[in-house]
């Protein structure tokens, strides 16, 4: 059974930092095509934060985080993290990590990903 468990969230001051944890459980992060980092702010949609793509090792992000946040990935802990620096109000919202196992063209577009954890929240104060 395919399971994300996400963990880290908090309440930050702008302009400080987290690090975000998601253990895989029931499957091996090498046989899934893609792990993303995904958020969903009160009243919008889920968005994409980052993605790793695991046979060309790449990562993507969203424009909106570039240079801020970091993805990486642990395969002998079977556990990615984001580690999120110079925290923004609007980066508040709840974070969700969620992986697809075969090929998706748009990786930062949520709809795209099978297999879902619970969220963490993470509260970014002015």
């Known amino acids: 059974q395919v399971q994300l468990v996400e963990s880290g969230g908090g309440l930050v001051q702008a302009g400080g930092s987290l690090r975000l944890s998601c253990v895989a459980n029931?499957?091996?992060?090498?046989?899934?095509?893609?792990i993303g980092w995904f958020r969903q702010a009160p009243g919008k949609e889920r968005a994409g934060v980052a993605s790793?793509?695991?046979?060309?090792?790449?990562?993507f992000y969203a424009a909106p985080v570039r240079g801020r946040f970091t993805m990486s990935v642990d395969e002998k802990k079977n556990t990615v993290y984001l580690d999120m620096n110079d925290l923004k109000p609007e980066d508040t919202g709840v974070y969700y990590c969620?992986?697809?196992?075969?090929?998706?063209?748009?990786?930062?577009?949520?709809?795209?990903?099978?297999?879902w954890g619970q969220g963490t929240q993470v509260t970014v104060a002015s």
């Open positions: 029931g499957f091996a992060l090498q046989d899934h095509y893609a």
């Open positions: 969620a992986t697809v196992t075969s090929y998706v063209l748009h990786v930062l577009l949520a709809s795209e990903y099978h297999f």
């Open positions: 790793f793509i695991d046979n060309t090792e790449e990562t």
